[in-house]
């Protein structure tokens, strides 16, 4: 599924636009972003956690020369599914429509 087709089914779910629907899911992402790069957390029940984590410096291998390179520390976001969704992927779990 793509944001177009996201989009699409969050249209006739709610029963809005498909500009509405967009404008929407754009506005959601911004804000899960700027929360998560202030270093915050979002926590949607049932979905799962958006969150940073900071990964640190290491060493790694070019893998077409094979050199040794260092690789700098950065701070990347990171997903945990939520039990609900865990449930619904693995079949246990029936998810709501």
């Known amino acids: ?55 640190a410096a290491r060493t790694g291998k070019n893998p077409k020369t094979g050199a040794t390179i260092k690789i700098a520390a950065t701070t990347v976001p990171k997903f945990s599914a939520g039990s609900g969704f865990k449930e619904a992927v693995s079949g246990k779990k029936k998810p709501k429509k």
Do not use: P, Q, W
Request: charge should be positive; glycine fraction near 10%; charged fraction near 25%.
């Open 1 to 55: 599924m793509n944001k177009a087709e996201l989009i699409e089914i969050a249209a006739t779910g709610a029963d809005v636009s498909k500009a509405a629907a967009g404008k929407v899911l754009d506005s959601i992402i911004a804000a899960v972003v700027k929360a998560v790069s202030k270093g915050d957390t979002v926590t949607l029940v049932g979905f799962g956690t958006f969150k940073s984590a900071k990964r």
